[in-house]
């Protein structure tokens, strides 16, 4: 059974760095595309970075690049999101997710299994 477990989420200040962790286990994801979600009260969930499990190519979403930066590390099954530079409207549940898309994909229909969420919370 496919498990995918965020952690690393809490109450920061702006300007502050945070460090997610995504351990998954279950099955062997090479050839999986690994990309965390985020959803903010009252909105709808959107994409943030993807990484091919592979090759560790990345694609970003424009709100947050050059600010995050998605990584893995094969040997401990785990994709982490390095969060610099937070702002405010960076306050979400962010999500963790694998999908055999093939591809680095930003649509959260291409994804296949889905983490719980940790919530990431940044004061002003």
């Known amino acids: 059974q496919v498990q995918l477990v965020e952690s690393g989420g809490g109450l920061v200040q702006a300007g502050d760095s945070q460090r997610l962790s995504c351990a998954a286990s279950?099955?062997?994801?090479?050839?999986?595309?690994m990309g965390w979600f985020r959803q903010a009260p009252g909105k709808e969930r959107e994409f943030v970075a993807v990484?091919?499990?592979?090759?560790?190519?990345?694609y970003y979403a424009d709100s947050v690049k050059g600010r995050f930066t998605i990584s893995r590390d094969n040997a401990k099954n785990t994709v982490y999101l390095q969060m610099n530079s937070l702002k405010p409207e960076d306050t979400a549940v962010y999500y963790c997710?694998?999908?055999?898309?093939?591809?680095?994909?930003?649509?959260?229909?291409?994804?296949?299994?889905w983490g719980q969420g940790t919530q990431v919370s940044v004061s002003s």
């Open positions: 997710a694998a999908g055999r898309a093939g591809y680095l994909s930003s649509s959260s229909s291409q994804y296949d299994y």
């Open positions: 279950g099955r062997t994801f090479s050839g999986y595309v």
């Open positions: 990484i091919t499990w592979s090759s560790g190519r990345t």
